[in-house]
Nanobody, 115 residues
Framework: QVQLVESGGGLVQSGGSLRLSCTASGSIFSIRSWAWYRQAPGKQRELAARISYGGVTNYADAVKGRFTISRDIAKNTVYLQMNSLKPDDTGVYYC?????????WGQGTQVTVSS
């Protein structure tokens, strides 16, 4: 089992920045990749950014050049640095960890970008 706890969400003005953190505990040695998903009101959950076990990153087109996913292995933490935020970035952001058999999810953290 893997437990994920997100933090760092909040209210920010358009153009501002936030950094989300996801700290993992449990059987983290089994994790193959980490990701941040987001879900806007009334919309489906979508991938924002992913980082593989080997450190390869990929991003949704909507966040490329503005968001950066990174990890601190020693701290068992994955980050999402979000710059130049837009109102369309508003939503609940979820940390995701892909294991050999199942995906793990955090409880989500709210990000609200005001215009």
């Amino acid at each position: 089992q893997v437990q994920l706890v997100e933090s760092g969400g909040g209210l920010v003005q358009s153009g501002g920045s936030l950094r989300l953190s996801c700290t993992a505990s449990g059987s983290i040695f089994s994790i193959r990749s980490w990701a941040w998903y987001r879900q806007a009101p009334g919309k489906q959950r979508e991938l924002a950014a992913r980082i593989s076990y080997g450190g390869v990153t990929n991003y949704a087109d909507a966040v490329k050049g503005r968001f950066t996913i990174s990890r601190d292995i020693a701290k068992n933490t994955v980050y999402l640095q979000m710059n130049s935020l837009k109102p369309d970035d508003t939503g609940v952001y979820y940390c995701n960890a892909v294991g050999p058999l199942v995906d793990y999810w955090g409880q989500g953290t709210q990000v609200t970008v005001s215009s």
